[in-house]
C-alpha cells in the first residue's frame, strides 16, 4: 500500500501548494491494482506452501487434523479468492494486455504476449483456483484425517503447480518483476 499512500500523498500536497484541483487519473487504479496484485502472488504463495507442507507432514506422521491445518487452508483459499477479484479487475477494465487483445482477439492469439494476458494466465490460475477449491470441499467431506491430510497433499499441490507455472516469472518472455516498488 506504502507507493499508492506516497503517490496520493505527494500528489495531493503538489495540488494543493499550486491551488490546482486534485485531478483523479485511471491510471493510478491500473497501476495500484497491478502493485497489489504482483504483492499478493506471495501472500498465495506461502499460505498454499504452509498448508501443503503441513499436509504433506500430516500425512507421513499419522497426525490429527488439527485447527491449524483448517486456518492454513482457509488463509490459501481467502488469498487466491482475493487475487482472482484484483485479477478480474486488471482483465476486464484495467489492462491495456487485454484490453488491446479484446479489440482483435484472433489477431491477439498470434502474439504470444497478448495470447499469454488474455488467455493462458487467466485459464492456468482457474484450473489453480479449481483446484484448491475441490480440495477444500473434498477434505472437509472425508472421513477419516489420513484422508484429509492426502486430499490436501493432492490438491493444493496441483493448484500449486498450475499457479507457480502461470505466473509472469523474470526469465520468461513475459517476464515481470518479483516485487513492484
Ligand atoms: C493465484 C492467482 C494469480 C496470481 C498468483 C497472479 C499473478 C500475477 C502476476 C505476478 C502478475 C504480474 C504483475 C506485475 O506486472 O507486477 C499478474 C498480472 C496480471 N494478472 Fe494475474 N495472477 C493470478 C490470477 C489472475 C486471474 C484469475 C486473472 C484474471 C481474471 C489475472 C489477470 C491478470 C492481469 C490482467 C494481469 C496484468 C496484465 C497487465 O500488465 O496489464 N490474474 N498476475
Known sequence: M????AFMTSARVAAEASHAHFVYHPRMLYSSSLWLHSLL???VLLTGAVAWFRSIGGATAKRPWTSKDELWGLLFIG?????????????????????????????????ASLRFWAVEHIAGMIIGIALAHIGRVKARKA?????????V?????????????SIPWPGLPVAR????F
Open 2 to 5: 506504502w507507493p499508492f499512500i
Open 41 to 43: 502472488r506471495w501472500a
Open 79 to 111: 488469498t487466491l479468492d482475493t487475487e482472482i477479484l484484483v485479477g478480474l479487475a486488471l482483465y476486464i477494465f484495467l489492462s491495456p494486455f487485454t484490453k488491446i487483445a479484446f479489440q482483435d482477439f484472433a489477431g491477439a492469439m498470434a502474439n
Open 143 to 151: 472421513a477419516t484425517d489420513a484422508r484429509r491430510h492426502r486430499l
Open 153 to 165: 497433499t493432492i490438491f493444493f499441490g496441483l493448484a500449486l503447480v498450475a499457479i507457480i507455472v
Open 177 to 180: 518483476p518479483l516485487v513492484r
